[in-house]
């Protein structure tokens, strides 16, 4: 297993069109999160999967946002009608949180998006 | 709430020299504490994590921090920088049983002179 991967890396898009993510986890880990990052900020949390159910969404996640995470592997987000507010890094991270308390997150390289 | 606050948005340190990114947390409850690293163009990665054993935590590249609940802080050090460390930093505090998600600082960026 090579770790998380995320696609594509980069993104150009003008405002108004829908575009679509991927993110593929390490294998077996139960957990997905999604978080966005803009220049010069920290990561700040999207949203998190356990499985298929998604769990939470944070108020950053507008109705435009959509994530699934079909049979519990890989995961999409969507952003449907992008703003130019929307450009960002969108990061991928998965983990196996376990009885014991362990859930460290493993990071893919993200998806630079840019809202001409 | 959870929240983390970076003391400096940017360090500058001559290589060979020791190196100290602070970071303060805010949290109700006992929490789980980390620093991940960001180079360029690259995906971040964990240097340590503290989740309640011992207070000093060790993580790669010669990284430590200390977890001091009676100030609230959780400060990165490394005895001596190499020029490979220059990158951004970020602390980051989270709760197992709020699903684990992470809750970052603003970053540190860290610069190496030779």
């Known amino acids: 297993d090579t770790g998380v991967s995320q696609n594509p890396r980069h993104k150009i898009t003008k405002r108004g069109q829908n575009v679509t993510f991927r ?16 220049l010069g900020q920290g990561p700040e949390f999207l949203t998190y999967f356990q499985n298929e159910a ?26 449907q009608r992008t703003e130019q507010g929307d450009s960002a890094m969108y990061l991928c991270a998965s983990s196996l949180a376990d009885t014991a308390g362990n859930y460290e997150q493993y990071f893919g390289p993200g998806t630079r998006l840019t809202v001409t | 709430a959870q929240s983390v606050t970076q ?41 340590l994590k503290y989740t309640s054993a011992a207070t000093l935590v060790k993580g790669i590249n010669g990284f430590e921090a200390e977890f001091k609940k009676s100030e609230t802080s959780f400060h990165l050090t490394k005895p001596s920088a190499h020029m490979s460390d220059a990158a951004e930093y970020f602390c980051v505090v989270s709760r197992y049983n709020q699903g684990g998600k992470l809750i ?8 190496v002179k030779p």
């Open chain 2, 7 to 47: 003391l400096d948005s940017h360090v500058s340190v001559s290589e060979g020299t020791p190196v100290l990114l602070r970071c303060n947390y805010s949290s109700s409850y006992s929490p789980s504490l980390f620093w991940y690293v960001q180079h360029p163009n690259k995906g971040l990665q964990l240097l």
């Open chain 1, 23 to 38: 993110c593929d986890p390490i294998s077996e880990h139960n957990r997905l999160y999604w978080y966005r990052q803009t």
């Open chain 2, 104 to 111: 970052f600082g603003q970053g540190t960026e860290l610069s």
């Open chain 1, 54 to 79: 998604q769990l939470e969404k944070s108020r950053l996640l507008s109705d435009r946002f959509s994530a699934e995470r079909p049979k519990g592997s890989f995961s999409t987000l969507e952003i």
